[in-house]
């Protein structure tokens, strides 16, 4: 009963350090999306991907983050030079397929808690 | 600019009553809203998903939506301290990424 994993779960950097957070589906589901959580904050999307393909990067930050999702191993979500403003609740989600349904859902990951110091 | 507000609360409920969040959301073209629970340092859980106007009934929650007011809710009766949460609002506007509002604090007094 293998639901969505992310390590590490919690992650200390410095700034201008390169931080690498994993993501691996729930079996048998093959879009990955990735949301980050600012500290009383609600989430915020920042990309969708596809096995070797991004869907949509409307959220992420134009410069520093990088995803991507190969055909095989985790999707990886990737912030070089890490800032004091990086810190916060990073979480994956996954499902299935491409929504074709209106209650098509996600199923969130435990998250992976960065710290910039 | 696709918005969901949310009151951030803290909404206090007495044990045993019925705890109502609310939604509001701007852009007609909505298609799915969901309601997640988040307890503190957790992921969101998903608590239940409306795309119908109407009612939903799962257990003790009622999720509510109005499509002509714009408007999403959550009901949860017999409210216990297990309930006691971050719920967030979420909607899909037709393509694939949910989008959240900040979240209602909820807390039940025993």
């Known amino acids: 009963n293998a639901g969505v994993m992310q390590n590490p779960r919690h992650l200390v950097r410095r700034r201008g350090q390169e931080a690498r957070l994993r993501c691996s589906p729930m079996k048998g589901h093959s879009h990955v999306y990735w949301y980050r959580q600012l500290p009383e904050e609600g989430l915020k999307f920042m990309v969708y991907?596809?096995?070797?393909?991004?869907?949509?990067e409307s959220g992420m930050p134009k410069e520093r983050f990088s995803a991507e999702f190969p055909k095989e191993g985790p999707s990886i979500l990737r912030i070089q030079q890490v800032v004091r403003g990086d810190s916060a609740a990073y979480f994956c989600?996954?499902?299935?397929?491409?929504?074709?349904?209106?209650?098509?859902?996600?199923?969130f990951g435990p998250g992976t808690r960065l710290t910039v110091l | 600019q696709k918005e969901v507000e949310q009151n951030s609360g803290p909404l206090s409920v007495p044990e045993g009553a019925i705890a109502s969040l609310n939604c509001t959301y701007s852009d007609r073209g909505s298609q799915s809203f969901f309601w997640y629970r988040q307890y503190s340092g957790k992921s969101p859980e998903l608590i239940m998903s409306?795309?119908?106007?109407g009612d939903k009934e799962d257990g003790r929650f009622t999720a509510q939506l109005n499509k002509a007011s714009q408007y999403v809710s959550l009901l949860i009766r017999d409210s216990q301290p297990s309930d006691s949460a971050t719920y967030l609002c979420?909607?899909?506007?037709?393509?694939?990424?949910?989008?959240f509002g900040t979240g209602t604090r909820l807390t039940i007094i025993p």
């Open positions: 979420a909607l899909r506007f037709g393509n694939e990424k949910l989008t």
């Open positions: 409306i795309y119908s106007n």
């Open positions: 991907l596809q096995k070797e393909n991004i869907i949509d």
């Open positions: 989600a996954s499902s299935p397929q491409r929504p074709s349904g209106p209650t098509d859902t996600q199923y």
